[in-house]
């Protein structure tokens, strides 16, 4: 990387907000090296994802957690005693540390009380449905006045959210329209799923778009998607997460990167040694 490529990409990353990050310096000299190693095709398609590319580590969780709060409209507060916020998990899922935990956590910050469309609000997170259907049970929670909220900080094709509530609403009372759907992070075509599989509402601090299929033409997006499978050769990784998990498309990195993420940004990428490490890193 040539001292003209290092202050272009130092530019990308102030006009991105980005370096105030931790280890931001390190993500940014891992972008020069994958593009140092690409041809003129290769480097552009790069360039023109992280454009779009959404980096949001733990330093943006509280801002875009408010931000999807504030996005819950007020008349779906109206007559509410009680915000529920419950992880987002699979059944199968259960005793495994996942993200949406977290967000559960992030309910119980002081900040919440400071906005007065939820200080008389009593919060509640809880850990699962179990724990709300016992509470219900036992008459310290009732469905009329209490918005239940499942929430997680990325959500990408949104089978996750589909197998939770169906599990849901298979062991408790809870029917479909007790439940919304609060992330920090969406992908507007999971999203869209998610609402018309499901019928249900979804609040979120941010929004992303396939990186390719919906910002290139119709030609375009085939020719760059063959050429980023044609880049994925050159990485370890199953072809299960060939543009993203179930072909997300997505460029997003969070506390964790998503597996919905283009995983050229969480692998090395072994063109030629020494090989490029990980932008995101997954691990």
């Known amino acids: ?11 990308f990353f102030e006009r991105k907000g980005w370096t105030k990050f931790t280890g931001h310096r ?3 000299n891992r972008i020069g090296d ?27 969780y509280n801002m875009l957690f408010l931000k999807a709060l504030n996005r819950i409209p007020p008349d779906k507060l109206e007559g509410i005693k009680n915000l529920i ?30 906005y007065p469309r939820f200080e008389d609000l009593n919060i509640v997170p809880l850990e699962n449905h179990h724990e709300l259907q016992k509470k219900i049970d036992d008459g310290k929670i009732s469905l009329n006045d209490s918005l239940i909220l499942y929430c997680d900080d990325f959500i990408g094709t949104g089978k996750t959210v589909s ?15 007790n439940i919304t759907v609060l992330g920090l992070v969406g992908m507007v075509s999971g999203l869209k799923w998610i609402s018309e ?10 929004t992303v778009n396939r990186a390719i299929t919906d910002n290139f ?12 499978i044609e880049m994925e050769k050159e990485i370890d990784c199953s072809s299960d997460y060939s543009l993203g998990f ?5 460029a997003v990195s969070m506390i964790r990167t998503p597996n919905n993420t283009f995983p050229i940004f969480w692998n090395s990428f072994k063109r030629k040694e020494p090989f490029c490490k990980p932008i995101f890193p997954r691990f």
């Not at 197998?163 to 329209?177: A, G, H, K, N, R």
């Not at 179930?246 to 997505?250: G, L, P």
């Open 246 to 250: 179930k072909e997300s498309e997505a």
């Open 197 to 206: 599989e499901k019928n249900v509402y979804c609040y979120f601090g941010e």
């Open 163 to 177: 197998d939770c509530l169906d599990w849901v609403t298979s062991e408790c009372s809870l029917e479909i329209e």
């Open 26 to 28: 390190f993500a940014l």
């Open 1 to 11: 990387m040539d001292v003209n490529q290092l202050l272009e990409l130092e530019e």
């Open 34 to 60: 994958l593009i140092s190693t690409l041809n003129k095709d290769e480097a552009f398609l790069i360039n023109q994802i992280l454009e779009k590319f959404l980096w949001a580590p733990n330093e943006e």
């Open 85 to 114: 916020f419950i992880p987002i998990f699979k059944k199968n899922d259960k005793g495994k540390i996942k993200s949406s935990l977290g967000i559960a956590y992030l309910s119980k910050a002081g900040f919440i009380k400071y």
């Open 217 to 228: 033409s119709e030609s375009e997006t085939l020719k760059y998607k063959d050429l980023m």
